[in-house]
């Protein structure tokens, strides 16, 4: 793809680089004995490592083909590529921090100071340039604007659903679409930002490196120890490394949590979910909602998906249109609807069609057997009273051939109370 | 009861991974041998992944839904165990490297039978933690296979839940199954009512025999693959350990044919030592191994023991990262897949989207996810089109079974009624959300409209119009019902089969 020709050769300059001083870098320290020179230079070799890992991870992710193997494409490999790396970063500033440990406890003086600081001081401008080329590529990447055919094939279509979406399709999209454009050139520099995060991460902690190293050379190299005992000179190297080590856990900690919050199918951030659920809930014709989930896939792509409980398919098909107008101004774009209809039999706020037999429910995403404790996910209970139409007939009719949910949702909901007892017991146990 | 017995097996082989710490510290303090410090130190990276598999089982009991996470931690278990197996390749990595920096500077080592000894204990520790944690070893054989013979004789039975009652012996099975087993057994009343339903719409369904097999393999799954997640989990803990133990293996190895076969430098006379390259040291002896030879021929000089010996050592930690890196990647790319929101493997989409197809009444599916939530919790989203809802109504059922045949157990199924005017029935989604948003969603509506543009088009855009073109007999007997309709869905067909043409 001709738009990213630029940074390709960018990263394969860096990479030489990279390759060229680690070795350097690893030579230089063997011979000066110093072993933050040897730590820093390894610590290239693990910058060579992330880079690859996080190069590869954001060209799977652009990919982002759909196919049989994946249904939603590999968007998320920029997350776990991000992970990866700020834990490789997390074990190897754990090494580090032990090899500090052991030379305290057995301090070593660092035998040729000027070539240790030559080196170190190459080192430091290999780093400066690396932490600099990355920083341009996050910060200004910019994308060329989003494909103009699929938002005017858009446009153009009428309004086939009811209402006001044919008013909102063709309401001055050119308008609604640069603050989007902008919005989500945004949304694509923090998600390239999650991904180069993890790299950043590494060239910082290699800058750090080499900071720490041309100081104790420099102060080797002013005032050297020659053949005297070690003296506080000595133990400037690992108690530098170990505020090092601190410095760089703590910027890893913050990335680790971000890739968990979407590797964990947690909520997103900008979403509350209390506020949304209560919000759907008051939608003219639904009677419930249960099963709301909202995750993020990547950054900036946020799913939902929920079942609601309506008296009559009109009452559904108007409320599905407002649910989305919530949704989307939440920040939600991507929303699966499962309508369901009031059934006298079924509880209002068990689902009506789980999977086909209850033994399923271990499996269910979300346990249905646990009784809707007053938890937010969605189990929210209408005011009105149930209206009987002629179509609850014919759900009912369809109600007996699936499981007569009410007898075993009260064994269910008996035998729930009886396990819960029973892990509660357990737990104390323990 | 499940996790308390897999919480108990970790705080125990915790507590002990860090006594023994704690001890090799103190043995090195004393005998200030600086090869067992560092060889402590691995013992303590054990610890921290024992700590993460605890801290990841932890979470992952809370299956309940919550304000932070609409799943409930589940998944925290897939998690905990891609952390180990990057972890334990980070720790591959540093041991490469300090392989690499004995070769190039040998060590002896200095009192090899206080390492022989520390060694053998280490190696007890780890062995004993690899008794525990193998029953989820590599793949977890010997819980499954017992699972999956008394599975076979099910096979009549194939979209009913796992069996009723649990095999009798089977202890650690029945511990295993988590607070559902209860459920099961209670409800087991209830599937026989609607087993006999079934039962008879089974005969209407030829293809049912072909799903109950296909279904089938989803249920050895469900039973086997119980906690499949805690499975991940345990085996990121077992190759830790196993790591350490072959690490411990290589100390007591080395140490012992050092003491035996070195040939160590006495502390007084003279000495060579052709192993260590250290050139003051070589020119002192040098010259004073010259003197004396010019003294006396008779007077033997030791030299130092083979020196192949010293590089034992790192050939041996060499040999060992390879395995550990053959045995940790498997781990890596499974739970790296769960975690990325792959199809799991056991999953044809092609075959679940042309069943789907094939039912009266669906006209097109479109956005047909499938994902792996942890374990065999596997989730499924799909819009499908029907005419009018009352079709919808009848086929809704259908639907479900088709998903819990293939193991999906919890699907949110969108239908989208075609019949309220619209025209452009090509498989677009009737129900997205505003058009500027297209690139805000998971997989942008723009796709379908575009599909001829992408290289690798999705086979589901492509199969709307396919549908389309498979049943045109179907759509006109619907229209034959539902007259009000059928002018539209004609003129539908001549427009989607002039633009597919």
């Known amino acids: ?12 300059f860096m990479l030489v680089l990279t390759v060229g001083f680690f070795v350097a870098e ?57 992970l990866s790396n700020a834990v490789f970063l997390t074990a190897l500033c754990f090494t580090i921090l032990v090899d500090s440990v052991l030379r305290l406890a057995r301090p070593e003086p660092i035998d040729d100071a000027q070539l240790v600081l030559i080196v170190g001081t190459l080192g430091l401008a290999v780093n400066v340039v690396g932490l600099l080329v990355f ?95 070690c003296n506080w000179q000595c133990y400037i190297d690992p108690s530098l490394t170990i505020i090092m080590v601190f410095i760089i856990l703590s910027s890893a900690f913050p990335l680790i949590k971000e890739t968990s919050t979407i590797l964990l199918q947690m909520v997103p951030k900008g979403v509350n979910i209390q506020v949304l659920t209560d919000r759907l809930a008051h939608v003219p014709g639904v009677s419930s909602l249960h099963e709301v989930h909202v995750w993020e896939l990547a950054s900036g792509k946020n799913i939902a998906t929920l079942h609601v409980k309506c008296q009559t398919p009109a009452d559904y098909q108007d409320a599905a249109y407002k649910i989305r107008e919530i949704f989307h101004e939440a920040g939600v774009h991507s929303v699966t609807i499962q309508p369901e209809y009031v059934d006298h039999k079924t509880s209002q706020l068990l689902c009506s069609s789980p999977c086909i037999s209850k033994a399923c429910d271990s499996q269910l995403c979300c346990s249905q057997s646990e009784p809707p404790q007053a938890k937010t996910n969605g189990y929210t209970e209408k005011n009105n009273s149930c209206i009987s139409t002629g179509h609850k007939d014919n759900g009912s009719s369809k109600r007996d051939i699936e499981i007569p949910i009410e007898d075993p949702a009260e064994d269910s909901l008996k035998n729930c109370d009886i396990s819960d007892d029973k892990s509660q017991a357990s737990s104390t146990r323990f | ?207 049912l025999q072909v799903n109950g097999n296909a279904g089938h393999y989803p249920l050895d799954e469900e039973e086997v693959e119980e906690d499949s997640s805690a499975q991940l989990n345990m085996r990121g ?29 006495p502390e007084d006379g003279p000495c060579f030592n052709p192993c260590v390259n250290n050139h003051c040291m070589e020119n002192a002896t040098l010259s004073q191994t010259l003197g004396r030879a010019n003294k006396s021929e008779q007077e033997g000089i030791t030299v130092a023991g083979p020196c192949w010996l010293l590089y034992l050592d790192p050939v041996l930690c060499l040999i060992m990262v390879c ?13 790296a897949l ?54 919808y109504m009848m086929v809704a059922k259908r639907i479900k079974e088709i998903f819990h045949d293939e193991g999906i157990h919890a699907t949110t199924i969108q239908p989208e009624f075609a019949s309220v005017g619209s025209e452009l029935g090509r498989g677009k989604c009737e129900l997205p959300c505003r058009t500027q948003c297209a690139l805000k969603q998971c997989c942008g509506t723009g796709e379908d409209s575009t599909a001829k543009k992408t290289e690798k088009s999705s086979s589901l855009s492509i199969s709307c119009s396919e549908v389309v073109i498979e049943f045109p007999k179907t759509r006109r007997t619907k229209s034959e019902s539902i007259p009000s309709v059928k002018l539209e869905a004609n003129t539908d067909q001549n427009e989607q089969f002039e633009s597919s043409l």
Not at chain 1, 38 to 49: A, E, H, P, Q
Not at chain 1, 56 to 79: F, H, L, M, Q
Not at chain 1, 175 to 197: C, T, Y
Not at chain 2, 135 to 164: E, F, L, N, T
Request: net charge neutral; hydrophobic share 40%; aromatic share 6%.
């Open chain 1, 26 to 82: 690893l030579v230089s320290g063997y011979l000066g004995n110093s072993i933050a020179l040897v730590s820093d230079s390894f610590n290239m070799l693990s910058d060579l490592i992330s880079l690859c890992v996080g190069l590869s991870t954001g060209r799977i992710a652009r990919r982002s083909r759909r196919g049989p193997r994946a249904t939603y494409g590999y968007s998320r490999a920029e997350a776990v590529g991000a």
């Open chain 1, 135 to 229: 920083q341009d590529w996050g910060a200004c990447c910019r994308r060329p604007p989003a494909p103009p055919p699929a938002a005017a094939a858009l446009r153009d279509v009428p309004g086939d659903t009811p209402e006001g979406e044919a008013a909102e399709a063709g309401d001055s999209p050119n308008d609604q679409k640069s603050p989007e454009e902008g919005s989500e050139k945004k949304k694509e520099r923090k998600s390239e930002a999650l991904n180069i995060r993890g790299v950043l991460l590494h060239v910082m902690g290699d800058a750090l490196g080499s900071v720490v190293v041309v100081v104790t050379a420099s102060i080797f190299y002013v005032r050297p120890l020659g053949d005297a005992a």
């Open chain 2, 1 to 207: 009861r499940c996790w308390q017995n897999r919480r108990a097996r970790l705080l125990c082989m915790l507590a002990l991974t860090f006594l023994f710490f704690v001890v090799e510290v103190a043995v090195s303090r004393v005998t200030s041998s600086l090869a067992m410090l560092s060889d402590s130190f691995h013992m303590l990276s054990d610890v921290m992944a024992l700590v993460v598999a605890l801290v990841a089982v932890r979470f992952a009991q809370r299956t309940r839904a919550t304000k932070k996470n609409t799943f409930g931690w589940v998944r925290a278990e897939v998690m905990g165990a891609l952390v180990n197996a990057v972890f334990l390749t980070a720790l591959c990595f540093t041991i490469l490297l300090e392989a690499i920096e004995r070769f190039t500077e040998p060590h002896e080592i200095q009192q090899p039978l206080v390492v022989i000894a520390v060694g053998v204990a280490g190696l007890i520790i780890n062995l004993l933690g690899l008794c525990l944690f193998n029953h989820h070893g590599v793949g977890g054989h010997g819980h499954a296979h017992g699972h999956g013979h008394s599975h076979g004789a099910r096979q009549q039975h194939p979209r009913v839940g796992p069996k009723p009652e649990p095999p009798p012996g089977d202890g650690e099975a029945a511990l295993h199954r988590e607070e559902t087993s209860t459920l099961v057994e209670n409800c087991s009343s209830s599937n026989g009512v609607s087993q006999e339903k079934l039962g008879d719409m089974k005969d209407d369904m030829a293809d």
């Open chain 1, 1 to 12: 793809m001709g738009r990213y020709s630029g940074k390709t050769c960018r990263l394969i």
């Open chain 2, 323 to 335: 395995i550990l890196l053959y045995t940790t990647y498997p781990l890596l790319r499974e739970s």
């Open chain 2, 237 to 265: 803990v077992f190759l830790h350990v196993f790591g350490d133990a072959l690490g411990s293996v290589i100390v007591v190895v080395n140490a012992l044919l050092f003491y035996g076969l070195w040939n160590p430098c």
């Open chain 2, 338 to 391: 769960i975690l990325l929101q792959t199809v799991p493997k056991q999953i044809d989409v092609h075959s679940l989207n042309s069943k789907l197809r094939t039912l009266e009444g669906v006209e097109a599916i479109h956005e047909l996810h499938i994902w792996q939530l942890a374990g065999s919790r596997i989730i499924g989203t799909a819009h499908i089109k029907c005419p009018d809802p009352s079709t």
